[in-house]
């Protein structure tokens, strides 16, 4: 299969489409920066699989009862990511039985417990990434609800400082000026996954 122009592979970390230990792929993880549309990425991609979407955040703000916000502002970063690495690692115990599609929060990659996690489990990890300028025009309608989207500069460090750890031990696939269908189908085409519909 050709690697399309808009997907790269990191050097030594070819894509693990398929899982010889435990059968085709059931699970995939989307991670990247604010903005680089990895929930609606997502949610697309499981509509079109069939598959189930669950994002990290979601599943965490569920359990608690409080926001993201409330939790950085009232517990701190700290505590916030305490409770991301155990969400996720309860995920991963659900995997074998459902097809899912996840969801990380920007973050999330950025915790070596996480990745330590998903490099394990050696489910596919792709990297949803687009310029920052354009990262940060589709973040500003969300300003309030993001406790780390307080100013332009602050956001181009951010990115700048993460960005390298996002593009390790991931797939690379970019978003610039394409629609979430457009990379939806993408991601599919590049899993293998195309035209199929997994049953759980």
Not at 2 to 16: K, Q
Not at 106 to 126: F, H, K, Y
Not at 158 to 180: C, F, M, N
């Amino acid at each position: 299969m050709t690697t399309p122009s808009d997907v790269s592979f990191p050097s030594g970390t070819p894509l693990n489409r398929t899982r010889t230990d435990r059968g085709p792929v059931r699970a995939v993880f989307l991670v990247g920066f604010m903005g680089a549309g990895k929930t609606s990425v997502g949610q697309a991609l499981a509509a079109a699989l069939d598959w189930r979407f669950v994002d990290l955040d979601t599943r965490i703000v569920a359990r608690t009862g409080r926001s993201v916000a409330e939790i950085f502002e009232r517990d701190g970063e700290s505590a916030f990511r305490k409770m991301e690495h155990e969400e996720l690692r309860g995920l991963l115990t659900e995997l074998d039985t459902s097809n899912t599609v996840v969801s990380l929060g920007g973050g999330a990659w950025m915790q070596p417990a996480n990745t330590a996690l998903l490099r394990e489990s050696s489910l596919p990890v792709l990297f949803l990434d687009a310029p920052v300028e354009e990262l940060w025009q589709r973040c500003l309608p969300e300003q309030k609800t993001r406790p780390l989207l307080q100013s332009e500069e602050a956001f181009r460090e951010l990115y700048a400082a993460r960005r390298k750890a996002y593009a390790e031990g991931t797939v690379l696939v970019d978003t610039q000026g394409r629609s979430i269908e457009e990379v939806a189908s993408q991601i599919r085409l590049l899993l293998g996954l195309a035209g199929t519909s997994a049953t759980t």
